[in-house]
């Protein structure tokens, strides 16, 4: 029933394709573009929010207070992410392991080190090698406070290698449907864990791109729902056991939690995308993967003023809506507090980063 539910969206989606405008496509483009940087960071940390992401990749502008690493990081993300783009344009050539520690080599920049205190005021550090897989051991404190090892460093290379032998030749032979490829390769892949940063954002990478490369939209793990995903790989390891080459291996039998919660995800950014392109409303907007529901009609009307007209005034935008200056100011604050709208410091003018594809 599952799999014909995500068959029929997919149809649903494919439908469309041919007649999507270039505003259309610019529209889609230009929201995966935030929401997947702005949620797959957001994941692993980073500060910035919404809006200061979306200024920084559509002009390049600094907005706000931010720790300049997570400025960079975000920039980086992009990079990554318009590079693994261009492979998926370039053909379906074989996945490799240089791509994969080329994508990670782009997104971390460049070698760092890691200061960590100890007990008894002690200290350690250790650097954190961009495109090189690890060199020390590493492991996670799940939510239930176990500690679970990943691979260790020396057993890493051959797993890898197995990775992406297994992946090319299971692509080849059909075996999998798209969903079930991409969920298993990214299960082996977590369970490997190789680098010693940046695999939560290399798995997510790696899965649009086996995504995209068979003509599938991609994806976006939202921040929001970060502990559903990370309970169905829990879930998943408690069924798989606690041995990496066990993970690493694993089977679609084994991680049936995790295709079931990566089913859902599939279908949910598909159903997504098709109503935001299918949607003739012109009050409705969308922010960060759902569709806003205004207790006023007057939110909607103000967002499309301010996005014909981002330096209007207050008293201006009293009257093309119809309503005091004091209810605009309130609408308004709201609207900021939500993360709808954002107010630049430079010109004072309005930003709008709810989307609409009309």
Same mark, same amino acid.
């Given at each position: 029933?599952?799999?014909?539910?995500?068959?029929?969206?997919?149809?649903?989606?494919?439908?469309?394709?041919?007649?999507?405008?270039?505003?259309?496509?610019?529209?889609?483009?230009?929201?995966? !573009?935030?929401?997947?940087?702005?949620?797959?960071? #957001?994941?692993?940390?980073?500060?910035?929010?919404?809006?200061?992401?979306?200024?920084?990749?559509?002009?390049?502008?600094?907005?706000?207070?931010? #720790?300049?690493?997570?400025?960079?990081?975000?920039?980086?993300?992009?990079?990554?992410?318009?590079?693994?783009?261009?492979?998926?344009?370039?053909?379906?050539?074989?996945?490799?392991?240089?791509?994969?520690?080329?994508?990670?080599?782009?997104?971390?920049?460049?070698?760092?080190?890691?200061?960590?205190?100890?007990?008894?005021?002690?200290? !350690?550090?250790?650097?954190?090698?961009?495109?090189?897989?690890?060199?020390?051991?590493?492991?996670?404190?799940?939510?239930?406070?176990?500690?679970?090892?990943?691979?260790?460093?020396?057993?890493?290379?051959?797993?890898? !290698? *197995?990775?992406?032998?297994?992946?090319?030749?299971?692509?080849?032979?059909?075996?999998?449907?798209?969903?079930?490829?991409?969920?298993?390769?990214?299960?082996?892949?977590?369970?490997?864990?190789?680098?010693?940063?940046?695999?939560?954002?290399?798995?997510?990478?790696?899965?649009?791109?086996?995504?995209?490369? #068979?003509?599938?939209?991609?994806?976006?793990?939202?921040?929001?729902?970060?502990?559903?995903?990370?309970?169905?790989?829990?879930?998943?390891?408690?069924?798989?056991?606690?041995?990496?080459?066990?993970?690493?291996?694993?089977?679609?039998?084994?991680?049936?939690?995790?295709?079931?919660?990566?089913?859902?995800?599939?279908?949910?950014?598909?159903?997504?995308?098709?109503?935001?392109?299918?949607?003739? *409303?012109?009050?409705?907007?969308?922010?960060?993967?759902?569709?806003?529901?205004?207790?006023?009609?007057?939110?909607?009307?103000?967002?499309?003023?301010?996005?014909?007209?981002?330096?209007?005034?207050?008293?201006?935008?009293?009257?093309?809506?119809?309503?005091?200056?004091?209810?605009?100011?309130?609408?308004?604050?709201?609207?900021?507090?939500?993360?709808?709208?954002?107010?630049? *410091?430079?010109?004072?003018?309005?930003?709008?980063?709810?989307?609409?594809?009309?």
């Amino acid at each position: 029933m599952a799999q014909e539910k995500l068959n029929n969206l997919y149809e649903r989606w494919k439908a469309l394709q041919p007649l999507l405008t270039e505003a259309q496509q610019s529209s889609l483009s230009r929201r995966f !573009t935030i929401e997947y940087n702005y949620n797959s960071n #957001h994941i692993e940390g980073n500060t910035l929010t919404y809006g200061q992401t979306e200024l920084l990749l559509m002009f390049g502008t600094v907005s706000g207070e931010g #720790h300049l690493h997570d400025f960079s990081e975000m920039k980086a993300s992009q990079v990554g992410l318009e590079m693994m783009s261009q492979a998926v344009k370039e053909g379906n050539m074989p996945v490799t392991q240089h791509f994969i520690r080329t994508l990670h080599k782009t997104i971390l920049r460049e070698d760092y080190t890691v200061y960590r205190n100890l007990p008894g005021g002690q200290h !350690t550090s250790y650097v954190i090698h961009a495109g090189q897989y690890k060199t020390r051991p590493n492991s996670v404190i799940t939510r239930y406070g176990d500690r679970f090892e990943y691979a260790s460093p020396e057993e890493t290379p051959a797993l890898m !290698t *197995d990775l992406v032998n297994w992946y090319n030749e299971a692509e080849a032979s059909g075996k999998y449907t798209v969903v079930e490829l991409a969920a298993l390769f990214h299960y082996r892949y977590i369970r490997i864990h190789p680098f010693e940063d940046g695999n939560g954002r290399i798995a997510r990478l790696m899965v649009n791109y086996i995504l995209a490369r #068979h003509g599938w939209p991609m994806i976006v793990v939202r921040s929001r729902k970060k502990t559903d995903y990370l309970e169905a790989l829990h879930k998943t390891d408690m069924a798989v056991g606690p041995v990496p080459s066990d993970g690493a291996h694993a089977s679609l039998t084994k991680i049936k939690k995790f295709v079931k919660y990566f089913t859902k995800l599939v279908e949910e950014e598909l159903t997504y995308n098709i109503e935001f392109i299918e949607n003739k *409303d012109a009050s409705v907007w969308w922010y960060d993967g759902e569709k806003i529901a205004f207790r006023s009609p007057n939110a909607s009307k103000i967002l499309g003023i301010l996005k014909d007209n981002p330096y209007i005034t207050f008293a201006k935008l009293s009257e093309e809506v119809g309503i005091n200056v004091s209810a605009i100011q309130k609408l308004l604050d709201g609207m900021q507090e939500k993360g709808y709208i954002q107010r630049r *410091d430079s010109d004072k003018s309005w930003y709008v980063l709810a989307s609409s594809v009309l």
